[in-house]
């Protein structure tokens, strides 16, 4: 019969933890040698889960960069902290982007190391930020400013589209419009022309990624002046509901279409019975669906939306142009 394990310290029970923290609390090199320690980082344990009740993996890369960056954190040392596009997916910046850990660490400390770390140094001043879950970031600002060069367009108006939303929790990260303005007029880092273009198509309204991504279609093609989160009435005046993109003048109605449709009934049925409401008042409505943003259906998704808005593409400025180009 196979020994049971020595339990473990309470303050070892949850978060990963440093095998030298372990060493402090009394753990045995033995105990920590345990199979039921999985081993994150280098240096680094935590409790594995049962083998039967495998843990699930996050489904949205900002759920799995959370995840890495708890396990990372016992390793940060003084001021280091998250940063780059890690620090945007921890302040809850629905991204696209690689999983690899950003951690930036102030001169004259190295750079860190380790599998999937990417290390960085900087002389820049900053006061670290906690994440809503809790994890050193540095700013919102810097973040974005650090991702500048590298994410593509796309991702940059996703960025600004969700840190310019009024903020429905305390503790997420936001800018303020002059924020972002000041921002972009005394910064010289590489890739501030990208992030002066995307602030340019950026909308206040977008609520969600592929809302954002909805009306960068339209930007890509000179037709984004709908107008967003539009409430409309009844001809008596009764409030109907509030709209994803809203032409007024020709009576156009963009709706995307979320998960939360498949998954709660009861929205799915107060999502019709508003968009009923809206046709009584001779409004037409187009309903997107993730699957029309993919690569491959992008053109065909494009000719349907100038064809539903009755509207040709409208041509850009050369610059910005280019930039619609990346994807």
Same mark, same amino acid.
């Given at each position: 019969m196979s020994r049971r394990p020595a339990p473990l310290p309470e303050p070892l029970r949850e978060p990963a933890f440093t095998l030298a923290e372990a060493r402090a609390l009394g753990v045995t090199p033995g105990t920590l040698a345990h199979s039921r320690f999985e081993r994150p980082h280098h240096g680094v344990r935590?409790?594995?889960?049962?083998?039967?009740?495998?843990?699930?993996?996050?489904?949205?890369?900002?759920?799995?960069?959370?995840?890495r960056a708890r396990d990372y954190a016992p390793l940060l040392r003084r001021e280091e902290c998250f940063s780059h596009t890690s620090a945007l997916l921890l302040h809850g910046v629905p991204l696209r982007a690689p999983e690899e850990l950003h951690v930036t660490a102030p001169q004259p400390l190295n750079r860190s190391t380790g599998r999937g770390v990417i290390g960085h140094r900087t002389s820049a001043q900053f006061a670290p930020v906690r994440s809503p879950s809790g994890?050193?970031?540095?700013?919102?600002?810097?973040?974005?400013?650090?991702?500048?060069?590298?994410?593509?367009?796309?991702?940059? %108006?996703? !960025? =600004?589209?969700?840190?310019? /939303?009024? *903020?429905? +929790?305390?503790?997420?990260?936001?800018?303020?419009?002059?924020? %972002?303005? !000041? =921002?972009?007029?005394?910064? /010289?880092? *590489?890739? +501030?022309?990208?992030?002066?273009d995307a602030w340019s198509v950026s909308r206040l309204g977008a609520e969600s990624r592929m809302e954002s991504h909805l009306h960068y279609v339209l930007a890509s093609m000179g037709l984004d002046d709908l107008?967003?989160?539009?409430?409309?009435?009844?001809?008596?005046?009764?409030?109907?509901?509030?709209?994803?993109?809203?032409?007024?003048?020709?009576?156009?109605?963009?709706?995307?279409?979320?998960?939360?449709?498949?998954?709660d009934r009861q929205q799915y049925l107060r999502d019709l019975t508003r968009l009923d409401r809206a046709?009584?008042?001779?409004?037409?409505?187009?309903?997107?669906?993730?699957?029309?943003?993919?690569?491959?259906?992008?053109?065909?998704?494009?000719?349907?939306?100038?064809?539903?808005?009755?509207?040709?593409?409208?041509?850009?400025?050369?610059?910005?142009?280019?930039?619609?180009?990346?994807?």
């Open positions: 935590r409790l594995g889960s049962p083998q039967s009740a495998p843990p699930g993996r996050p489904t949205y890369v900002e759920g799995r960069v959370r995840a994890l050193p970031c540095v700013p919102a600002s810097l973040a974005l400013l650090q991702s500048a060069a590298t994410l593509p367009f796309l991702e940059l %108006v996703v !960025a =600004l589209d969700h840190l310019r /939303r009024p *903020r429905r +929790i305390p503790d997420g990260a936001s800018l303020t419009e002059s924020e %972002v303005d !000041a =921002l972009l007029i005394r910064s /010289r880092t *590489r890739g +501030i022309k990208r992030l002066r107008e967003l989160q539009a409430d409309l009435h009844d001809r008596a005046g009764a409030w109907i509901g509030r709209f994803d993109q809203v032409d007024r003048a020709r009576r156009r109605i963009l709706e995307y279409d979320g998960e939360q449709h498949r998954t046709r009584e008042i001779g409004y037409k409505i187009l309903r997107a669906h993730a699957e029309d943003f993919h690569p491959q259906r992008l053109h065909e998704t494009e000719g349907r939306l100038c064809a539903f808005l009755g509207r040709a593409p409208r041509p850009l400025r050369a610059g910005l142009a280019r930039r619609f180009s990346e994807r």
